[in-house]
């Protein structure tokens, strides 16, 4: 049998972090001198390796594997070393170029952080390639490198030799199992979306005879389109979102918002982009997490993805000097990927190696749950920013006896509030109503209860206490949230009824036995009914909460009047049936109640307790301020009162704005209207969603000349949507 040739590259040059690159070598040729079949291995190894070395090497040894330790910078390079012993780097295209001319190489392991990139194009002429996703400890390089040639000697192929590599990290309680990432032309494609520590890719396949063999690899990746959602007019979000489009444009085609020109029917054109983008690069800090335009943008790519069958675009988060967990309903979409973080100019360079990285097929480098733990969690080296003037309210100068100081740090205005929120403003009476009618015993009679009122009132604010009122009467709550039914469920009732069905199972942590009753020959309104009486009632003992929140999104649904009218009709068994007495119904809808079905004998929404949430009253706004520390003087939370109206969440906006110190009072009244200004995301959002509805922009036209609207449904539309009251 032939002797297979391993050379070993090492370079370490001198501006660069020292690696213990000795010992690595060592362990290889300890691990090959111990293999059973250690007689069909010889060994090479070069260090300090300059460009020379690595072609003349090539050319002496003639090796059937090269193994590389060292550095790598992503799309730049890998780190080899000039005539002084700095660093030198060497592309991607380069090396491609290079290895297309030593055709019995069969294996390149290059153990160096953000090295796929190169990877990814050697392997267009080599058929196993070995890089890494992103950044790899020194001994979690070594144990892969030890693991690896421990299969190889074992007589392994170079896949399961991979896989003895990766085992090796894990089994040594290191983090860092899913950065190595082989690409081989002899296995499938797995999708980018695979997170485990053996994902194995294809390389692309060879250019035909009549290109030159090297264009492939000029790039690292293949051209994608993409888009960038940021924060505008934020600091930093802006000038790194500018900063990532010139840089990724030397490869990709970029799109933000700021290239379009007078005229151009953005929410149109904004729309289009994302829809046929292969990625969303979304920057989020402390600022664009509470922006409604980024929250929009996201939601438009996770249509697109959920519309495609390649589920593009993909969603590329990127925390911005960002630590904190992702509040509802962010983090339903970002919790479960990965991450990139950016903490300042200094990481620009890896933040853009690391999205080549995913661009190319590999992930996000903040993959585990511990991982995402680690980063939330604060750090106390001493190189942290300052802290955010968020953290806690600015104190102006007291104005009255009674001012009190605040005692605890703000709030941003944004998703749901939690029920113990300091900041939370209670309405008494409606508060009072709906925690005491939740709080009574399923066994008597059943509620059901109706939390209405315009987009941004605080409804579901008000439903997560209700929520929690419910489990102190020992109730078991189910919560189901209505936008996270994608667009392919709301236009297929089977599939929604199965989604709706199958949510009650999990949440209660049941067996699921949707397949089973959705057997039967009947509608599913009737299977949906037997599936919750005869399997979740009959299954759980106590009473049952069924809390719905944005049910107005069933609004466009072709089966709306079914779903809505099989809930009323769960209402009215309960007095013919004692085991639906168990059952609670508590729904949230900004959409008026008759829009939703239109026989209201058959509504859930006239019947049990119907509450109404309005704007903050004078007092109540008072009382916020005071929350926040007086940021507003009397006479200027009058000011603001006349401004607003009360409007729950822009009163809260305009309150953390001026309590955090981002803006004097005069300011914020001054540019209350400006495109710009502290409301100018807001009113981009509903301009956004408004543009291509003309009965709507017709509508509101009407409103403002002549505060009325004729049509009573736009009306309740855009009352439904915070516009108008």
Known sequence: MAVTKILILAANPKDTTPLRLDEEVREIRESLKLAKQRDDFEVHSVYAVRIKDLR???????????HFSGHGTGADGLALEDTTGRSKLVTAASLAGLFELFPDVECVVLNACYSVVQADAIAQHVGHVVGMTRAIGDDAAKQFSMGFYDGLGSGRGYAQAFKFGVSAIDLEGLPDGAVPRLISTDLPRLSTEVETPTDIETAPEPPASSAPKSAPASAPTQEAKLF??????GDPDEALALQLVEALRANHEVFIDQQMPVGTRWKEQIAREIQQSDAVIVLLSARSVQSEMVELELSLAQEAASASSHHKPMILPVRVQYREPFQYPLSVTLDPINWAFWDGAEDTARLLAELEVALAGGALPVATAQAKEALLEPREQATLPPPKPSAQPRKRKKHSKQAQAPTQPLEQPEGTMDPESAFYVARDRIDSVALETIAQ???????????????????????????????????????LDFQLFDQAALQDADEFYRQFCYCLTDELDLEDEVDQYWSRP???????????????????????????????????TPFRNDFFSMLRSWHNQRAMKPLWKRLDLALVTSTEPYQLIADLNQSPFNVGQVLRLEDFTPEQVAALNEAHGEPFRVGEVQKLIGLLNGHPYLTRRALYLVASGRLEPGELFATAADERGPFGDHLRYHLFRMYDQRELVAGFCEVLKRRDCENERVFFRLNGAGIVM
């Open 56 to 66: 003349r090497s090539l050319l002496e040894y003639e090796p059937q594997i090269v």
């Open 228 to 233: 960038i959602s940021y924060k505008r007019d």
């Open 441 to 479: 015993s399923g066994s008597q009679a059943g509620v059901t209860l109706t939390i209405k009122g315009p987009r941004q009132m605080g409804k579901s604010s008000l439903l997560l206490r209700t929520m929690a009122a419910a489990r102190q009467a020992q109730k078991q709550v189910v919560f």
């Open 522 to 556: 009947v509608s599913n309104n009737q299977r949906c009914t037997r599936y919750v009486g005869r399997h979740v009632l009959k299954q759980i003992p106590g009473p049952i909460v069924l809390a719905m929140d944005e049910v107005e999104r069933m609004f466009d």
